[in-house]
């Protein structure tokens, strides 16, 4: 498994829709082993694919003791209101902004065997699903954000140094190989980015 490089807000690739998976094997296998590593890394709740530079439907998660990972998500909310909630981002590290979030979703997808899933979920773990699949069409949390909340954000957004934190993150990620992964023409690598771990 490895450790992968987690790209920072102001990459292309976090506001790209990812495309669905067509192709299960050992590589996406390994993606998603590296995915939960990288997360766990990091102490995150949540990794979506388009995060680690694949532009692929795939994000995992760990929420206290549920944990797992979604292929080809299609998410549900509930029909109540939104509820502000605290929500921050491995890929706008550093910060933290309250969110409106629906209380209750439901995801459905496969997963690294195609097999079917179904995740229902409240709080918390609905929070995190509703906010990987935003990253899996191409949107940020800070996105949901409005008014003054929204201003405030983005400027605190721009004080902070980004070019600081990636060099940061890259040193601490030696250059092997790392997780690669294909579908058809689509060929992504997150090779140059990943610290192989024992």
Known sequence: MAILQIRLIGDPVL?????????????????????METMDDVDGAGLAAPQIGVG?????????????????????????????????CLSVPGLGFVTARKQFSRVRGVDLNGEPLTIEAEGMLARCLQHETDHL?????????????????????????????????????????GSSFSSGANSFSTAANARSRA
């Open 56 to 88: 692929k439907r795939i994000f995992t998660y760990r929420i206290g003791d549920q944990s797992g990972h979604v292929i080809n998500p299609v998410i549900e909310n509930g029909e109540e209101d939104q509820q502000p909630g605290a929500e921050g």
């Open 15 to 35: 506001r790209t829709v990812a495309e669905p998976v067509t192709e299960f094997g050992p590589e996406l296998a390994k993606l998603i082993a590296d995915m």
């Open 137 to 177: 069409d191409g949107k940020l949390y800070v996105d949901r954000l409005s008014g003054e909340d929204r201003k405030s954000a983005l400027r605190a957004i721009r004080d902070e140094n980004y070019d600081q934190i990636a060099a940061r993150t890259t040193a601490k990620r030696a250059q092997t190989v």
